[in-house]
């Protein structure tokens, strides 16, 4: 499986990006799949994650950012509204494959290049 991010911008703070994360099997509609971030000098970090309907955030985009998914178009899409400078990372999407917790990035795999999001105060 092969997935593609997309989406990322510059946004001004209290502004809104959707990122799409596509892929490039069917097989993709049976993961669970992350978003994490990683910005300049950071470890990557869990952001959202969804199973087959079920959304699941970290408290510091809880009731900004909303994880969504379209089978039918291979794609899981991030809503991400009321940004904030601190929200400024690269965004990359992955395919839970369960050798941890939904939290660790070291248990997904199939992971995209990346879409670069940056919100200016």
């Known amino acids: 499986v092969q997935l593609q991010a997309s989406g990322g911008g510059l946004v001004q703070a209290g502004g809104s990006l959707r990122l799409s994360c596509t892929a490039s099997?069917?097989?993709?509609?049976?993961?669970?799949v992350g978003w994490f971030r990683q910005a300049p000098g950071k470890e990557r970090e869990f952001v959202a994650l969804?199973?087959?309907?079920?959304?699941s955030y970290a408290d510091s985009v809880k009731d900004r950012f909303t994880i969504f998914r379209d089978n039918t178009k291979d794609t899981v899409y991030l809503q991400m509204n009321s940004l904030k400078p601190e929200d400024t990372a690269i965004y990359y999407c992955g395919a839970f494959v369960g050798r941890s917790s939904y939290y660790d990035p070291n248990s997904y795999a199939y992971w995209g290049q990346g879409t670069l999001v940056t919100v200016s105060s």
């Open positions: 969804i199973t087959w309907n079920q959304g």
């Open positions: 099997e069917r097989t993709f509609r049976s993961y669970d």
